[in-house]
């Protein structure tokens, strides 16, 4: 275990969980360089060993892990009612596991390699709202509002996307050009405010709950 940084009480916690030794040691660096607190584990079951579920912390856990999985984990964590910010990372990623983890609770979606920037932003968001500073209905009333300038024609390329299609599947099934949707895919892109296709698919699953999105 790779251990950085003495956490006070209340200051959340990055944990990382991957068994690739290299990952674990670039992303601890990387993290380190950048002043977060970060320990960092080979496998689920280490994780849960030392974690302490009374601290806010931020998880960034591989969905690959040999033993209890990353997605099983996530499922755990959920179960037990933590407040973790999760952020789940797979070199082996598409947007249905995307939806997959994000349905089970992951706040994230990040495929490898990863892009250093992307990931301490997302780190210092997933902290934000660990910490307990993260205003949920001031977020939702946001997204809400983002999704109400989409148009009719845009809502459906949004809906296709997170199901993961690809631009001509799109094409084709709302009978349309591909330049038409690739149009309205950078409309939906910019209107969102997304920063990538999986932080697009979590606002999505926010605004949709129940709806055909989670069926």
């Keep these: ?27 601890g660096v990387l993290l380190a360089t950048a002043q977060i607190n970060v320990r960092s584990f080979a496998s689920a079951e280490a994780f849960l060993e030392a974690f302490d579920s009374s601290r806010p912390a931020c998880i960034l856990l591989d969905v690959r892990l040999p033993g209890v999985t990353g997605l099983e984990l996530l499922q755990h964590l959920v179960k037990t009612g933590s407040n973790a910010a999760v952020v789940v990372i797979t070199g082996h990623g598409d947007i249905p596991m995307a939806v997959s983890a994000m349905r089970a609770g992951a706040m994230h979606f990040m495929e490898k390699p990863i892009d250093a920037a992307s990931l301490l932003e997302i780190v210092e968001e997933a902290c934000s709202c660990a910490g307990l500073r993260c205003d949920r209905n001031h977020h939702m009333h946001l997204v809400s509002m983002r999704f109400a300038s989409l148009t009719l024609r845009e809502k459906e390329v949004l809906d296709l996307m ?19 949707v690739e149009h309205h895919r950078a409309a939906v892109m910019y209107k969102m405010q997304a920063r ?10 926010e605004i949709s709950g129940k709806s055909k999105l989670a069926d």
């Design 162 to 180: 997170v199901e993961g299609h690809p631009t001509k599947v799109i094409a084709y099934r709302l009978g349309i050009t591909r330049r038409t």
């Design 1 to 27: 275990m790779v251990q950085t940084g003495i956490t006070p009480d209340g200051v959340p916690l990055v944990y990382l969980v991957d068994d690739d030794p290299a990952m674990r040691s670039s992303l």
């Design 196 to 205: 990538t296709i999986s932080h697009l698919v979590r606002m999505a699953l």
